[in-house]
């Protein structure tokens, strides 16, 4: 069939939808909402995907968490030094935390005390908008100085600068040296409302010495597997026996296993959503049947004045894909237009994929072709003689 032929056809094919305009919507309809699902639901689950990704990568890059159970458990500083002094250890970064009270003036609230070193703002992907981080120097001499959150910040001194003024931990006056970033909530935690000061401050503030927790910083991504075997042989020779009562977690494990969480989802929303593109399918074929039907008569003079078999095939099949592309481009439109919507009004990730718009559309083509298949080949087997009696 040649390309003036298949124009021939497009245009009768667009000819027959003008001419009955409410059933050929009726028909499109379920390719626009298979199309516009597909968009709106894979779109809103790799949005998800990229912010789970998002909220990890805020806990830091190439991390190991090494958690202890128990004063009897904790870390001391030279075991520390021992998980530092491993192969492809980058930093270490050890944390005593609690609950604490902090003041200015007139306003107080509870907030989170985290006491480390200087290598927290490295290992857990810290970043200071004014004033400066810890560093070693404030560790050794015990220095009263606080790192505060973008949350502490704003309860406490409102749009003020914090930096340079002075707050109260549980009574204790601490001189604010610094403001972080704001992170947001990381799985769950708010990492905002914050008052990070040096270890050893932190240690006398929290009237504890007892390290339960050390974030350790890989040099690459590429050998974390060997530097989580390194530290989970260190602890086991530290703590024979004892595997019950502590826990080493790398985070590409989560990430792997949140990849594969999101995966299943977005696969299981898609497929779901590719349901109703389906069903549009069938109301194609329904409808080409109708179609078939009405024009009997069209195809028998037709078939009498030289048109082949492979003509009247080509004429359904292209009208079928007419629709189901016509169904496929409103349902691009309204998906993205649907998305754009739920990201504002929701405050949702919405991340729309071209792969996902297209691979949509060319699904709903294969729908046409597949379901317009059957009524076009029906159409193209019509005796003329026969039809050009038909009533």
Avoid: C, H
């Avoid at 090494?66 to 998980?83: A, P």
């Avoid at 990492?191 to 504890?208: F, H, M, N, Q, Y």
């Avoid at 080509?314 to 919507?341: D, H, N, P, R, Y």
Wanted: proline share 2%.
């Amino acid at each position: 069939m040649n390309e003036l032929a298949i124009l021939q056809s497009i245009k009768m094919g667009m000819r027959s939808i003008k001419g009955n305009k409410l059933r050929s919507v009726l028909t499109m309809l379920g390719i626009i909402i298979g199309v516009s699902s597909v968009i709106v639901l894979v779109s809103i689950a790799q949005g998800s995907t990229s912010n789970v990704t998002s909220q990890i990568n805020n806990l830091g890059t190439n991390l190991i968490t090494i958690n202890t159970f128990g004063t009897d458990l904790s870390l001391t500083e030279d075991k520390i030094n021992k998980l530092e002094d491993k192969d492809g250890v980058k930093a270490i970064s050890p944390v005593v935390s609690g609950r604490v009270t902090v003041k200015k003036d007139k306003t107080s609230s509870q907030t989170t005390l985290t006491g480390t070193n200087a290598a927290y703002e490295t290992v857990r992907n810290t970043k200071v908008t004014s004033g400066r981080f810890l560093t070693d120097l404030d560790v050794e001499y015990r220095q009263k100085i606080a790192v505060i959150g973008a949350t502490t910040a704003e309860t406490l001194f409102g749009t003020e600068s914090p930096v340079g003024q002075y707050i109260q931990l549980d009574g204790n006056s601490f001189k604010v040296v610094g403001v972080l970033a704001s992170k947001g909530s990381s799985m769950g935690q708010s990492g905002d409302d914050v008052v990070i000061v040096p270890l050893s401050t932190a240690e006398r503030l929290t009237k504890t010495t007892s390290i339960n927790q050390v974030y350790l910083q890989g040099k690459s991504g590429q050998n974390m597997d060997f530097v989580m075997a390194e530290v989970e042989n260190a602890m086991a020779s530290m703590y024979p026996n004892q595997t019950d009562n502590y826990s080493v977690n790398n985070q590409q494990d989560l990430m792997s296993t949140m990849s594969s969480v999101s995966n299943t989802m977005t696969m299981m929303l898609g497929g779901i959503a590719s349901i109703s593109l389906l069903v549009g399918g069938i109301g194609i074929m329904n409808i080409m049947l109708v179609s078939v039907s009405e024009r009997t008569k069209e195809i028998g003079i037709r078939k009498a004045i030289g048109a082949k078999r492979r003509d009247i095939l080509w004429q359904f099949l292209i009208e079928s894909v007419v629709l189901s592309a016509m169904g496929g481009i409103i349902g691009i439109l309204l998906g993205l237009g649907l998305g754009k919507i739920l990201g504002s009004t929701l405050s949702m990730t919405v991340t729309f994929s071209n792969t996902v718009v297209i691979s949509s559309f060319l699904f709903s083509l294969i729908v046409g072709v597949v379901f317009g298949v059957f009524p076009a080949n029906k159409a193209s087997k019509l005796n003329p003689i026969q039809a050009l009696r038909y009533e």
